[in-house]
């Protein structure tokens, strides 16, 4: 099982910006599908999550802002961040759980300025 993620880089504060990760070694369509991130100095934790039939969960941090999506024809998740703040500085990862086990993606870098 691969995740790999893109879409990170540098966005100004209020902009937007939309990460993907794409899954491959397992059946996307029944996994549920997860987006993390760690910022310096912190834990990692749980930023959206995705069920297998589409039902979403988010962060207090980032509800209203941003938005988990599936694609399972591309085996794709997404994160649309919207309204981006400083704050949301972080490496982003995506997760899911399979086989009884997690896998994670590499991580993309998102730097918001102010």
């Known amino acids: 099982v691969q995740l790999q993620a893109s879409g990170g880089g540098l966005v100004q504060a209020g902009g937007s910006l939309r990460l993907s990760c794409k899954l491959s070694?397992?059946?996307?369509?029944?996994?549920?599908m997860r987006w993390y991130r760690q910022a310096p100095g912190k834990q990692r934790e749980m930023v959206a999550s995705?069920?297998?039939?589409?039902?979403?969960d988010y962060a207090d941090s980032v509800k209203d802002r941003f938005t988990i999506s599936r694609d399972n024809v591309r085996r794709t998740v997404y994160l649309q961040m919207n309204n981006v703040k400083p704050e949301d500085t972080a490496v982003y990862y995506c997760?899911?759980?399979?086989?009884?086990?997690?896998?994670w993606g590499r991580g993309t870098q998102v730097t918001v300025s102010s």
């Open positions: 995705i069920t297998s039939g589409s039902n979403t």
């Open positions: 997760n899911t759980e399979t086989r009884g086990r997690a896998f």
């Open positions: 070694g397992a059946n996307f369509a029944l996994v549920p």
